[in-house]
């Protein structure tokens, strides 16, 4: 399923997806770099998994001292270069969020948002262990996924997608209870509290969940 993202949704056809959402889901989008921007200090080294063309990143990068993304959709990658390449303080990279080619600890913030432990398809322990790996003692790292509150604006949004030809017609019987899934094969889940806690279980961090504008919910990790 990740190269669902890799021949279909990424590029110019991942940048409509948010360009026709309802005021809705752009208050939703806005909500979740906000809440990211709040964990940022002046100066701080950042991580994004999943940073597609860059939309999140050139937002965060007024604020910290250098942004870093990645993604495996080169056709994403490439749009962001177009976008993105002149500013000094942020860089792509082609790579994947489960076997990072940087050190240990060298990042103050690592995040994952807009439900990317759902699109990226990999195991769930395996990205969370990485994504802490990478992070520095007494940073932050950040998973969001969606709030079941926010079930209905999510459905829409992704009606609106598949009515544009973005996505593949969604399956009304086997979409229910926070899973999305269509006819062309595309699957989006969501990860209740209790799993995120639980994933976190086996590494030493403090986590706590955080739900923001009735929309995300953030699952937030301190490595110690």
């Known amino acids: 399923m990740s190269s669902y993202y890799k021949d279909k949704l990424s590029a110019d056809w991942l940048k409509r997806c948010y360009e026709i ?3 809705r889901v752009r208050q939703y989008l806005e ?19 999943g940073c597609g063309y860059g939309r999140v990143l050139s937002r965060l990068m007024h604020k910290a001292g250098l942004v ?15 976008m993105l390449g002149s500013i000094s303080n942020c860089l792509l990279f082609n790579m994947d969020a489960v076997q990072l080619g940087f050190h240990d600890r060298i990042f103050d913030l690592v995040l994952c ?15 969370m262990r990485e994504s802490i790996r990478v992070t520095k003692h007494g940073g932050t790292v950040l998973f969001s996924t969606y709030s079941n509150k926010f079930w209905k ?4 949004w992704f009606q609106l997608q598949s009515n544009a030809g973005l996505l593949g017609e969604y399956d009304k019987e086997k979409t229910h209870d926070g899973v ?15 799993q995120f806690l639980s994933l976190t279980e086996e590494f030493d961090v403090d986590a ?6 009735e929309s995300s919910l953030f699952c937030e990790i301190i490595p110690h």
């Open 21 to 23: 959402a309802t005021p």
């Open 31 to 49: 909500a979740e770099i906000g809440h990211v921007l709040e964990k940022i200090n002046v100066g701080d080294t950042v991580l994004e998994l």
């Open 68 to 82: 870093i993304g990645i993604d495996t959709a080169l056709n994403s990658l490439f749009l962001g270069w177009e």
């Open 113 to 127: 948002i807009q439900n990317g432990i759902s699109a990226f398809h990999v195991d769930h322990r395996d990205l």
């Open 153 to 156: 604006h999510r459905l829409e």
């Open 180 to 194: 999305i899934v269509c006819k062309d094969g595309f699957t989006a889940i969501t990860v209740q509290p209790e």
């Open 208 to 213: 706590k969940i955080i739900e923001v504008d």
